[in-house]
């Protein structure tokens, strides 16, 4: 899939990080981004996208959130069948190794500790997207 064609999903409570991740994913080339303020929201996205025909490539999303948490919503996309397979990348600020099991335990495809750079996510959108979403 080219990087132009990435569809993403930022969800993340604090406006500085969703901007902080949409530079870093704008900085590669990626400019389909959608953002959301918490999981119930990112739910309402996902299923409002779905029902349309279409999906997110991929979704970053952060852990402590109001409404519904981060790890709330990487269980309901987990457990769905259309997006379980859909690449989720837990951000938090949690480092402890038992958030990061916990995590995967859940579904996690990957973990972004903040802060990060913009390097790592072009890292990680090459691990699931390959050559074709690394930066020029």
């Given at each position: ?20 991740l949409k530079n870093a994913l704008n900085g590669i ?59 989720f990348v837990m951000v938090t600020a949690e480092s402890e190794s038992s958030f990061i ?36």
């Amino acid at each position: 899939m080219s990087k132009d064609k990435i569809n993403v999903l930022i969800v993340d409570d604090f406006e500085m990080v969703r901007m902080m991740l949409k530079n870093a994913l704008n900085g590669i080339g990626i400019k389909n981004i959608t953002e959301a303020t918490n999981g119930k929201q990112a739910k309402d996205m996902v299923l409002e996208k779905l029902n349309s025909g279409a999906k997110f490539d991929i979704i970053f999303s952060d852990w402590n959130m109001p409404e519904m948490d981060g790890l709330e919503f990487l269980k309901f996309c987990k457990g769905h069948d259309q997006i379980k397979k859909t690449p989720f990348v837990m951000v938090t600020a949690e480092s402890e190794s038992s958030f990061i099991m916990e995590a995967v335990r859940a579904g996690a495809d990957d973990y972004l500790v903040k802060p990060f750079s913009p390097m790592l996510i072009d890292k990680k959108l090459s691990r699931f997207f390959g050559n074709e979403a690394k930066a020029i």
